[in-house]
């Protein structure tokens, strides 16, 4: 019997394999794609070694692409699928750029604690909430970057 995937691992599927060639050009496989009516907007990979910018992420690629293809900054009734929890970089700008709902894969280490993001997005002080899903694929995300970093270790 199979089972039904849903549209958070669907979408989470097409991050991983954006996170398998960010790690194939030489940057840290992290995947993330922009979604909006269930269409795909954009979606990017890191690409700050490569590019020599530090703000090139996987998440703001995504969002200066769906900024340009919706024609505007505000990235509202988004959704932003991404393998690794985002840094406060991204945070911020997935905030400016008000995207209604971001799903994450894998725990960002440096954090650790979840709680943390939810506030951070959900913060009074915002002039927008993000609303938060965390764990999807959870372990296929977390596995792809960890193999990434041993590798990175040995040469």
Known sequence: MYE???????????????????????????????????????????????????SAHAEIVALRTGGKVLGNYRLLGTT??????????CIGAIIHARVYRLVCGAKNSKTEQRSWLKNTLRHPMNNHHVF?????????CACQLNKFFKRQRKT
Request: proline share 3%; glycine share 8%; aromatic share 6%.
């Open 4 to 54: 039904i995937e849903n549209v958070d691992t669907i979408w989470m599927r097409h991050a991983i394999a954006l996170a398998a060639h960010a790690e194939m050009i030489g940057e840290i496989s992290v995947g993330a794609v922009l979604i909006q009516n269930g269409k795909l907007i954009s979606y990017g990979w890191n690409s700050s070694i490569i590019c020599h910018d530090p």
């Open 132 to 140: 938060l899903t965390t764990g999807v694929l959870e372990k296929e």
């Open 80 to 89: 932003l699928y991404v393998t690794l929890e985002p840094c406060m970089m």
